[in-house]
């Protein structure tokens, strides 16, 4: 038996990735940029075992259906097939994140999981290396093996598609990120296929992409000169943009909740009353706000009129990949 262990953190895209231009490699339409975070994350132990006759995943200690493993095998297939490796394994997940919420489980899943598989069947691999295997499984886990932020830069080819570090001299630990739980359930759209759907259909497009690499090129400059307000204005503004598409895609369709739109109108109201912060989405309901740490708790206490206690989580900058040893009763 080869058994492994990892823990990966959620990672929220300032400039977001949205649409792929190979499906099979999982290689972007666009760079991306992100940021990791300490408040949500993955711990996935995998074991590569002579005894089972097929793959076995567990998340949260539920057995999965044969839809959910086959997503997992597909991944593991791709190890098999690199290491002519015969054995099935068993996946046992921990998310710490609510599933399909739009809140990046599948960034820290699988990242975790390629961690945990490179430690089983001792790979060694590098960070970029590691990453270009998470971006296999799921698109945003590669960013996922860093820590602080990272971007993702598109490449052409899988050699060429990988996450890297974005010197900042920390200044990510003067960051926090604020959840606003509007909706944890699953999403009726998945990302994949929200992307997919855009991508082909949305006649909004093709703006999405004339726009997209300058806003990467001035996160870039504002994480450099450690301008926030500069930061969230093309966080926020990007974020937009990408949900806009959504709106002209054949059919139509919308990540917004009446709740999402109800913490996007508070955010500027708090801006208009003098304190800065700015919102962002991802493929769900749920809003992320990009605040000062000095500025968080009168934030938390402004949305605490309108929100209850639980649905308002605070995340700071967060670490990358961490391996974790195997208990000897994890191994049975």
């Given at each position: 038996?080869?058994?492994?262990?990892?823990?990966?953190?959620?990672?929220?895209?300032?400039?977001?990735?949205?649409?792929?231009?190979?499906?099979?490699?999982?290689?972007?339409?666009?760079?991306?940029?992100?940021?990791?975070?300490?408040?949500?994350?993955?711990?996935?132990?995998?074991?590569?075992?002579?005894?089972?006759?097929?793959?076995?995943?567990?998340?949260?200690?539920?057995?999965?259906?044969?839809?959910?493993?086959?997503?997992?095998?597909?991944?593991?297939?791709?190890?098999?097939?690199?290491?002519?490796?015969?054995?099935?394994?068993?996946?046992?997940?921990?998310?710490?994140?609510?599933?399909?919420?739009?809140?990046?489980?599948?960034?820290?899943?699988?990242?975790?999981?390629?961690?945990?598989?490179?430690?089983?069947?001792?790979?060694?691999?590098?960070?970029?290396?590691?990453?270009?295997?998470?971006?296999?499984?799921?698109?945003?886990?590669?960013?996922?093996?860093?820590?602080?932020?990272?971007?993702?830069?598109?490449?052409?080819?899988?050699?060429?598609?990988?996450?890297?570090?974005?010197?900042?001299?920390?200044?990510?630990?003067?960051?926090?990120?604020?959840?606003?739980?509007?909706?944890?359930?699953?999403?009726?759209?998945?990302?994949?296929?929200?992307?997919?759907?855009?991508?082909?259909?949305?006649?909004?497009?093709?703006?999405?992409?004339?726009?997209?690499?300058?806003?990467?090129?001035?996160?870039?400059?504002?994480?450099?000169?450690?301008?926030?307000?500069?930061?969230?204005?093309?966080?926020?503004?990007?974020?937009?943009?990408?949900?806009?598409?959504?709106?002209?895609?054949?059919?139509?369709?919308?990540?917004?909740s009446p709740e999402s739109l109800n913490v996007?109108?508070?955010?500027?109201?708090?801006?208009?009353?003098?304190?800065?912060?700015?919102?962002?989405?991802?493929?769900?309901?749920?809003?992320?706000?990009?605040?000062?740490?000095?500025?968080?708790?009168?934030?938390?206490?402004?949305?605490?009129?309108?929100?209850?206690?639980?649905?308002?989580?605070?995340?700071?900058?967060?670490?990358?990949?961490?391996?974790?040893?195997?208990?000897?009763?994890?191994?049975?």
């Amino acid at each position: 038996m080869y058994a492994g262990k990892a823990r990966a953190y959620t990672n929220i895209a300032l400039i977001k990735y949205w649409g792929k231009k190979d499906e099979r490699l999982i290689l972007p339409m666009n760079s991306s940029l992100s940021l990791t975070l300490d408040a949500f994350y993955t711990e996935t132990s995998v074991s590569f075992d002579e005894t089972l006759t097929e793959d076995v995943f567990f998340l949260d200690g539920k057995k999965q259906d044969l839809k959910q493993t086959a997503k997992i095998s597909k991944f593991l297939d791709l190890i098999r097939q690199k290491q002519q490796l015969t054995l099935f394994a068993k996946v046992d997940s921990q998310n710490f994140v609510p599933t399909a919420a739009g809140l990046a489980s599948s960034a820290s899943g699988l990242a975790a999981l390629a961690g945990a598989c490179s430690e089983a069947l001792n790979l060694q691999l590098t960070e970029t290396e590691l990453s270009r295997l998470a971006r296999l499984g799921s698109g945003s886990a590669c960013r996922s093996i860093f820590g602080g932020f990272a971007e993702w830069q598109k490449g052409d080819s899988d050699q060429t598609s990988f996450a890297h570090v974005i010197p900042s001299d920390k200044w990510e630990d003067d960051l926090a990120m604020l959840f606003v739980l509007v909706d944890d359930g699953i999403k009726d759209i998945s990302s994949r296929d929200g992307m997919k759907r855009t991508v082909e259909t949305s006649s909004f497009y093709p703006g999405w992409l004339e726009n997209v690499e300058t806003d990467l090129a001035t996160a870039k400059q504002a994480i450099t000169e450690k301008d926030f307000n500069k930061l969230g204005e093309v966080t926020e503004a990007n974020g937009l943009r990408m949900h806009g598409t959504t709106l002209a895609a054949v059919p139509p369709f919308t990540y917004w909740s009446p709740e999402s739109l109800n913490v996007m109108q508070l955010v500027r109201l708090a801006r208009k009353e003098g304190l800065p912060c700015y919102f962002t989405m991802d493929a769900g309901p749920n809003v992320k706000i990009l605040v000062e740490k000095k500025n968080l708790s009168a934030l938390k206490e402004f949305l605490g009129k309108h929100f209850a206690e639980h649905q308002l989580i605070a995340a700071y900058a967060g670490p990358g990949i961490e391996m974790i040893p195997i208990e000897r009763s994890e191994e049975l």
